[in-house]
């Protein structure tokens, strides 16, 4: 695979010495075995306080072995934070540049055999050019990522002029309340402040939305909030041989059928949701582009088509997904109580508040006892603007390393990740995974086969190889009449 020929922009404007991403045969094979041997670390979360801390060790020891140069370079401070995530500080030759963060997860969630084209979900195993493996996707391609293309740069005799930070959390699956929060913690008590900070989120989608004529770089501004509520019914229990006529199990059943049958409101034009459409509204081919240029029109018409599927449906609403029901303690006992988890993931023009007070009008009745666990409302919207620094650089980066991408656009990111604890040091937040992304990958996340292409990996590299050199610029904005075209 040739590397993609950097567009001139930045670079012929400011005349700065440029490392190309010619990567030798060699390097492609180091780049594709360091990824398979992360992935065969067993870093799994299944809970806050069970998580496979040995193999989370051994990844502390296996990036050391694995990327010598990163860890003896004389200007990158390396910290462990909260004993398994780890925290690099790049030192730039120019401290009047604002600095700026990658991060990352190093954990992943747990994965059974079954199921899978692989005999093993952590076997690393390389088939028609794909690697199959949890964490491919979500999230240790960005890890070994970052710190490959960081590798790399630097066996060049490069030092980067902006410093930045590099930050990989252990515990993301289960909220990062010991790795993502401790980091930035850490970070806001030495008064930094980032221009812009670069997590997991979107991706390059390529056949994923319908009628756009070529791939787009969707960028999440924003994620969606959460919230946890277990739903209870409480009842005086008896004998099976003369049931009342309701039990818990028939309340709290009643109720949650009520939450699936009267979904959230759909929310298409309230958040930035409709951003995303509009940028693109050029891209999409006829009708679809009168529409979409046309939205205070046909918003109405694209809100009923987008709730037709699960992945789009989440973008327009609040959703609801009943995870967990218990209730009962023998066949023949009328059960004392019932209880239910329903998790909802908040639309960003919607608040805890508004969702819980939805929840318990559409439920309607005072049996049924609603408990908020654990909840936070959406994220704020990062800027989209010609004048935001962090955005020059991702368009640059993508006209250097996908000249075949035909737009960035903002999005949602109907996930929540790591990037929510580092709101005090930045305003200017970005969700973007610089792969291209299929139909049928959405089902590999959390799911069965999880995998990537060996090229769509080595092209993740080039583009924090290219992203880490362009960020190095003190870009000024340049006119340009349609900022999401590329």
């Known amino acids: 695979m040739k590397p993609a020929v950097p567009a001139p922009g930045i670079w012929a404007r400011k005349g700065e010495r440029r490392v190309e991403a010619a990567f030798s045969p060699q390097e492609r094979r180091d780049l594709k075995e360091a990824l398979k041997g992360a992935i065969r670390l067993q870093t799994v979360s299944f809970a806050p306080d069970d998580q496979n801390t040995t193999a989370l060790a051994e990844f502390g020891s296996y990036i050391r072995k694995v990327f010598p140069t990163v860890f003896s370079a004389p200007f990158i401070q390396h910290e462990v934070i909260g004993e398994y995530s780890h925290l690099f500080t790049i030192q730039g030759s120019d401290p009047q540049l604002q600095p700026y963060m990658l991060i990352a997860h190093i954990d992943v969630v747990p994965a059974s055999p079954t ?11 390389e088939r028609d050019g794909f690697i199959y493996g949890r964490g491919t996707l979500d999230n240790k391609n960005s890890v070994m990522g970052i710190l490959q293309a960081l590798e790399f740069l630097l066996r060049r005799n490069y030092r980067p002029h902006r410093s930045f930070y590099i930050g990989l959390g252990h515990d993301e699956e289960v909220g990062g309340q010991k790795g993502a929060v401790k980091i930035a913690a850490e970070l806001e008590s030495r008064g930094v402040k980032l221009s812009f900070l670069l997590d997991e989120g979107m991706f390059i989608l390529d056949g994923v939305i319908t009628g756009l004529k070529k791939p787009a770089a969707i960028i999440a501004i924003t994620e969606k909030g959460a919230v946890t509520a277990d739903l209870s019914v409480t009842m005086v229990p008896g004998h099976s041989s003369a049931p009342p006529k309701r039990t818990s199990i028939g309340i ?69 997904a009943i995870t967990m029901f218990r209730a009962g303690v023998k066949s023949n006992v009328i059960p004392p109580s019932a209880t239910a988890t329903v998790n909802f993931r908040i639309h960003p023009a919607q608040t805890v508040a508004e969702v819980l007070e939805i929840v318990d ?38 006209l250097d390393v996908f000249p075949d991408v035909g737009s960035m656009a903002p999005g949602i990111c109907i996930g929540n990740t790591d990037s929510r604890h580092f709101t005090n040091l930045t305003n200017a937040i970005y969700r973007f995974n610089p792969v291209v992304f299929k139909p049928d990958d959405m089902p590999r996340f959390h799911g069965l086969n999880e995998r990537i292409s060996v090229e769509s990996f080595e092209k993740q590299v080039e583009f924090l190889f290219q992203l880490i050199q362009n960020s190095d610029v003190d870009l000024s904005p340049e006119p340009h009449a349609n900022f999401h075209e590329l």
């Open 252 to 320: 709290l059943s009643e109720a949650l059928s009520r939450l699936e049958q009267q979904p959230m409101p759909n929310m298409f034009g309230k958040g930035p949701e409709i951003m995303m459409f509009e940028q693109l509204a050029p891209e999409f081919s006829f009708p679809l582009n009168i529409i979409m240029a046309n939205l205070w029109l046909f918003a109405p018409l694209v809100s009923r088509v987008l709730e037709q599927t699960p992945a789009t449906n989440a973008i327009v609403r609040t959703t609801t």
């Open 115 to 125: 199921g899978w084209d692989v005999d093993d979900p952590f076997s690393a195993e």
């Open 361 to 398: 009008k559409t439920i309607d009745d005072k049996r049924v006892k609603i408990e908020a666990e654990s909840a936070f409302d959406p994220l704020p919207v990062s800027p989209w603007d010609n004048q935001t620094f962090g955005l020059r650089v991702f368009r640059q980066t993508l």
